[in-house]
């Protein structure tokens, strides 16, 4: 049996939230540091939080900037709470959907890897508007496969990103149409797409024993626990952990970053 097996799905999902943070944090935070409106936000809602740990690391360089982070599993959010005791930030157990805010609204709202889990990027933004001051933006932080690159190639890896974005699209999930994102917003009254920019995390190996190794091994057990799809699973770990050995082995991590502004009015 695999050690993941034995593991919580929270727990799961806390490893690999925070190597995303960690390893990604470097490449994404110019977006956010490059717009004014950004930069210098009071109030950003982080949808989808998980452990907390990618907005304690924004409050560091964004530090007149108050953080409410919330999501639907309330082990991550107990989790987030426990470690991160920063003034600057609060975390709740809530579905977006649900969520009002509790004082003024915000000035922007983070949504990083959520998108790919949901089924209407337009009712997102409906939503989004609610809880969002006049001339308020979303950000949307999502994985770009296409410009995401591993060498030597690991076509059992990719085989297994396959039969899982197959599967969130038979249940309808937005992971198959994030290329449509600034396409849904632009056709949206009230929205403007203000940013889009490419987000490049490149990686030199041997990766063995690394935390980019981890971060690929973190991908499968996710894979595993929660696709809905069978895989040989196993064979997929020995390849990576074959690749990570590697020399030569290289990975560049890709994604994208949209930021769509309310209009004032």
């Not at 108050?66 to 809530?94: K, M, N, Y």
């Not at 050995?245 to 930021?259: D, I, K």
């Amino acid at each position: 049996m695999h050690p993941a097996a034995a593991r919580s799905t929270a727990a799961i999902w806390d490893e690999l939230l925070s190597l995303q943070a960690e390893l990604f944090i470097p490449s994404e935070l110019a977006f956010f540091l490059e717009a004014p409106e950004l930069r210098n936000a009071r109030s950003i809602l982080d949808v989808g939080c998980g452990n907390g740990d990618y907005v304690a690391n924004l409050c560091g360089y964004l530090p007149g900037t108050r953080f409410t982070g919330i999501d639907v599993s309330a082990e991550l959010v107990a989790a987030a709470a426990r470690r991160h005791d920063e003034p600057q930030l609060a975390f709740a157990h809530r579905d977006f959907f649900d969520y009002v805010p509790a004082g003024a609204p915000h000035d922007a709202i983070l949504f990083r890897f959520v998108v790919q889990h949901l089924r209407d990027f337009g009712a997102v933004l409906r939503h989004a508007a609610s809880c969002l001051a006049p001339g308020g933006s979303v950000v949307v932080i999502e994985v770009d496969r296409d410009a995401s690159l591993a060498q030597p190639a690991m076509p059992r890896f990719d085989a297994m990103i396959d039969a899982y974005v197959g599967e969130a699209a038979r249940r309808g999930r937005m992971r198959a149409q994030l290329d449509r994102m600034a396409a849904i917003a632009t056709g949206l009254p009230g929205w403007t797409v203000v940013r889009e920019a490419p987000i490049r995390v490149p990686f030199l190996g041997p990766f063995e024993g690394t935390k980019v190794a981890r971060l690929y091994q973190s991908w499968i057990d996710i894979c595993e626990r929660t696709g809905g799809f069978e895989h040989p699973f196993d064979d997929v770990r020995s390849e990576v952990s074959s690749w990570a050995r590697e020399s030569s082995a290289f990975s560049r991590l890709a994604g994208r970053a949209l930021q769509i502004r309310r209009d004032p009015n």
